[in-house]
């Protein structure tokens, strides 16, 4: 049974790897629901496939889907003020579009849900490995054009890899997993006041998915919302019991 | 010294009684509650399903790859009904006895004679399931064909416990039928009647039973009701009268409430698999509440 937990571990930590980065990244630049909204539209471009194409062209579809939503709310968050509020309507658009474009197909729903709720569960290796090499490509290239960028670039170029990130973590592990795994290890890390957030990040987020599958293993628990359940409540004890920050301090990243 | 001799005798019949114990696991609980009648101490049997669960979706859980890596049977419903959470489940088990094409899968939908089989498959409806409908096992005259097909493949995994095997199975056919004419004589009250239901589960039950079926409350398998097919469905049901609506216990029931209510019907509960309801202990007891909450006035 331990290569089933390898596997969810695994996963786990390679998505932690770069999701501590974005987590930081948008709860500093107080974007959370991002993430949702980039993997709704990447669902809708796989329900717009699997509607019209019968399932052709599922992941370049779902990419393109993301990135637009990416690049609008690139622009939005420098031009609007109530970029929340966008950000929520966009992730409610993509949700009932694809509930509209299902309704109208026998059984779509759950072949929808087949191909976008991934269970941690059963990742193969192969696939983990790929998703591995394509955040190490991304992470240089971030840490790279983050020092030259500046302005809009660095914001292009954040919302890009965030978009692509996210498509292929929705794909690995599902939309609630991503969610959580990129914003709680990030919250609770904005709670401490030593070390470098992003290394405290990581740490805390591998703490947090062992505990979690360890239980999901012993108790029987859905491997997936067990990883939900834990990281959301050690976010939201860590919140409740740290000092409110000063106003003028703001997270390093 | 004898008695803990003696011990560790009885520890050893009982691990080698074990060892010679054969593990099938079932997709759902009536499969294994009819393994059980079959195989009785032969055989270990586990269900991955709950009995209250949607049949189409199943939440995946760490023990169904601990259950699926042990097993040297696993039988499935078939029809493609397993086919939203199984397959990778047995891919993660990376048990060569039970993956395709080997000798301890087995899958029951291959005896009984299948329902609403799609003529030509057209892209135009969806995802139609191409085998047809699979909820064939909720007509209690196809117990009889699994039964059979699952004792006579006991016997060929386990010939040892043949004899058994085929012992057993003559006694659970002998009290089928018993049942069977029981229940068979209770629903002759019903032919002729029209009903309802939520989704396409009992259309193998209202077949055999000459029961007419004038909808289904959701639009599609699978999609929740929208308004407009109500509003239809209201209106046949102006023009018809309609005994029953017939409600699964996991899909929602507001929409089939609300008609029962508006139109004056009664909505039966129906359990659909073992343990669905707390009446529903084995399988004879699941077609004894089914037919006691059809025919209870």
């Known amino acids: ?253 | 010294m004898k008695k803990a001799l003696i011990v560790i005798f009885l520890h050893f019949v009982c691990v080698s009684l074990f060892a010679e114990q054969l593990h099938v696991v079932t997709t759902y609980p009536y499969i294994a509650s009819i393994v059980e009648q079959i195989g009785a101490k032969n055989v270990r049997v586990h269900p991955l399903a709950d009995g209250e669960w949607d049949p189409h979706t199943i939440l995946p859980k760490p023990s169904f790859i601990a259950h699926l890596r042990r097993a040297d049977l696993l039988i499935i419903n078939g029809a493609q009904l397993e086919i939203g959470w199984l397959p990778p489940l047995m891919k993660q088990s990376n048990n060569p006895k039970i993956s395709v094409g080997g000798q301890g899968l087995f899958d029951l939908s291959r005896f009984v004679q299948l329902i609403d089989i799609p003529v030509g498959v057209s892209r135009a409806h969806g995802d139609i399931h191409p085998d047809g409908n699979p909820h064939y096992y909720l007509d209690p005259h196809n117990i009889p064909l699994i039964a059979n097909a699952i004792m006579e493949k006991l016997c060929d995994l386990d010939p040892a416990g043949a004899s058994d095997y085929r012992k057993n199975h003559a006694l659970f056919i002998n009290k089928w039928e018993t049942r069977l004419t029981q229940w068979d004589k209770a629903l002759v009250k019903l032919k002729g009647i029209a009903v309802i239901e939520y989704h396409k589960i009992y259309d193998y039950f209202l077949r055999r039973y000459g029961i007419e079926l004038l909808g289904t409350v959701e639009t599609l398998p699978g999609i929740p009701p929208t308004s407009k097919h109500i509003e239809e469905l209201e209106t046949k049901l102006q023009t018809s009268t309609v005994q029953f609506i017939l409600q699964d216990v996991y899909n929602p029931d507001g929409a089939s409430l609300h008609l029962a209510h508006k139109h004056n019907i009664k909505c039966i509960k129906l359990p659909h698999d073992v343990g669905a309801v707390r009446e529903a202990e084995d399988i004879f007891s699941l077609y004894d509440e089914i037919v006691r909450r059809l025919t209870n006035e």
């Open chain 1, 1 to 253: 049974m331990s290569d089933i937990l390898l596997t969810a571990f695994l996963v786990s930590a390679v998505l932690l790897s770069i999701n501590s980065y974005f987590g930081l990244e948008i709860i500093r630049r107080g974007i959370i629901f991002t993430d949702l909204a980039i993997g709704q539209m990447a669902a809708l471009g796989a329900g717009l496939s699997l509607f019209f194409l019968e399932g052709e062209y599922l992941y370049p579809i779902s990419l393109s889907l993301s990135l637009l939503a990416g690049l609008i709310i690139a622009v939005a968050s420098r031009r609007s003020n109530n970029v929340e509020a966008f950000i929520g309507l966009m992730y409610a658009f993509g949700l009932s579009g694809v509930y509209i474009l299902l309704s109208k197909s026998y059984h779509g729903m759950e072949k929808f849900q087949n191909l976008m709720a991934a269970d941690i569960l059963f990742t193969p290796l192969e696939e983990i490995l790929r998703t591995a090499i394509l955040y190490a490509v991304l992470g240089v290239i971030l840490i790279v054009m983050h020092r030259k960028a500046k302005g809009v670039m660095r914001d292009l170029l954040f919302f890009i890899t965030f978009s692509i990130t996210v498509t292929s973590a929705v794909k690995l592990a599902g939309v609630l997993i991503v969610f959580s795994l990129l914003v709680a290890p990030a919250l609770i890390s904005t709670t401490i006041r030593k070390g470098i957030p992003i290394v405290n990040a990581l740490i805390i987020g591998i703490f947090l998915n062992m505990i979690a599958i360890s239980v999901s293993y012993y108790l029987d628990f859905p491997t997936g919302y067990t990883i939900v359940f834990v990281n959301s409540f050690a976010a939201l004890i860590a919140s409740a019991f740290s000092q409110k920050a000063k106003s003028g301090d703001t997270v390093k990243c």
